[in-house]
């Protein structure tokens, strides 16, 4: 057992060394060779565990690309010389935006706002560095920008639960939460500009979206560069307008981990409290959904909550949103997916006809999800959970190696010698290091 901590941990070292790129780390090149926004918070609180400066330049390169009304982008496209990767900073053409920066080029999305959190975890780790004090004081106030911008652009109805119009934005790209909001797009033929997608000539077709799913993201980017990427056009037009319960309770966990570090540093909260109060009563009323027993995304065009049970609605655990009455159904859930031979949560429902245990967010288990997961459960008290969890994913990547995404299926896994999608992937890495070096 110690041997393969050890040896775990000595691996995960290795690829995020080779994943870092001059100031920031690459999920993994080829496949994503950029620096990805919530890939980059996963990375920040992994090298806090063992190289703090690493940690910190992280982040200030990613901020580096945020855009003058708060917006940080999805993807920061730090060379203009990478041909691996579709849609590539040319087609984002976020210059339609006259804040977006001119250097580093980016996408005009954003993703879920972990980089609360993520300095927590990094102020845990190191509560009397001065220097990453000093840090967080120069990042707080981006952070509160970002935060501000998604209050701002993304919630119509000022209820302090923000929208997505991509399912990219969103980190489950094809879960089949989305599918029947995705149906509501019509592409008429000829309408979208000619793209070549690349991920299929690097990672196996089986395990990625599907074309027709491509050509509605190219479609929402298109929509989004109309409207300059700004939120009123987008929320008037978009016929993919979901306010996500993942991206939500990452938001606020991230808000009360700000808060908590207003507290620690002595830094004015400013909107923190009002923000933090009204959008953990408005998630739980909105999203809980007593028929599924889970919280769920709402869809805001067409006015209903999805019932599907997926992993997003079990990361409001990570946020401290459920009570205890629904905390505790949450926890039957997990129980009731160990009767598969192991714990892990699979990303979509097992018992779904929708779930696909191979294909990237329609059932495969991925690590920083399950990470979330076994956060949460510990603050419910359920550590023996928490442990099977860790314990379970520790032997499956001793088994399968550091890959992105892997089988949800216990029964095929012992036919398998490797994962899902990327290989050598940063944030399997960083969640082993989160797990094996952990000081919180
Ligand atoms: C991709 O390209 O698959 C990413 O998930 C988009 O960020």
């Not at 250097?103 to 005009?108: A, D, E, L, V, Y």
């Not at 980190?171 to 019509?186: A, F, H």
């Not at 980017?221 to 993942?246: N, T, W």
């Not at 205890?324 to 129980?335: P, T």
Request: net charge negative; proline share 6%.
């Amino acid at each position: 057992m110690y041997s393969r901590m050890m040896r775990l941990t000595e691996q995960a070292k290795a690829i995020m060394a080779r994943n870092w790129r001059d100031g920031f780390t690459v999920p993994t090149d080829k496949l994503y060779p950029f620096q990805w926004n919530w890939d980059s918070g996963f990375a920040a609180m992994a090298f806090s565990h063992y190289d703090l400066d690493k940690g910190i330049q992280e982040l200030q390169s990613l901020f580096s690309g945020q855009w003058q009304n708060g917006m940080l982008p999805h993807i920061l496209f730090h060379s203009e010389k990478e041909t691996t990767y579709f849609p590539n900073f040319d087609f984002w053409e976020c210059w339609v935006n006259p804040g977006a920066p001119n250097k580093p080029k980016t996408s005009g999305i954003t993703q879920p706002p972990v980089h609360g959190f993520a300095i927590e975890h990094m102020l845990d780790q190191h509560p009397d560095s001065e220097k990453l004090k000093g840090f967080i004081k120069e990042l707080f106030p981006k952070i509160i920008a970002y935060h501000q911008f998604l209050y701002t652009h993304r919630d119509p109805n000022q209820e302090k639960l923000f929208f997505i119009y991509h399912p990219w934005e969103s980190g489950r790209d094809n879960s089949p939460i989305w599918d029947e909001s995705l149906e509501r797009i019509v592409i008429e033929p000829g309408s979208l500009p000619d793209y070549k997608r690349r991920d299929t000539s690097i990672a196996d077709a089986e395990e990625r979206p599907t074309q027709q799913q491509y050509d509605r993201y190219v479609y929402l980017v298109e929509l989004g560069k109309k409207h300059r990427y700004e939120g009123p056009g987008i929320a008037a037009e978009s016929p993919f307008l979901l306010q996500d319960c993942m991206m939500n309770a990452i938001l606020i966990a991230s808000n009360q981990s700000l808060l908590r570090i207003a507290n620690r540093l002595g830094i004015d909260p400013g909107p923190l409290p009002e923000w933090i109060q009204e959008g953990r009563k408005n998630f739980h009323d909105k999203f809980w959904n007593n028929s599924i027993g889970q919280y769920a995304t709402y869809d805001l065009r067409g006015e209903y909550l999805i019932q599907h049970r997926e992993i997003g609605g079990l990361v409001a655990l990570f946020a401290e949103i459920p009570d205890e009455r629904n905390s505790a159904q949450l926890a039957v859930y997990l129980q009731q997916l160990s009767n598969r031979g192991y714990l892990l949560c699979p990303s979509f429902d097992v018992e779904s006809p929708l779930f696909d245990s191979k294909r990237y967010w329609r059932g495969p288990v991925w690590p920083h999800m399950n990470w979330l997961i076994a956060k949460g459960l510990v603050k419910y008290g359920y550590d023996q959970l928490a442990d099977q969890l860790k314990n379970d994913l520790l032997l499956l990547v001793d088994q399968l190696g550091f890959y992105e995404y892997y089988e949800a299926e216990k029964s095929k896994i012992s036919q398998l010698d490797r994962g899902y999608g990327g290989a050598h992937f940063t944030w399997t890495a960083t969640i082993i290091l989160n797990f094996l070096e952990g000081n919180s």
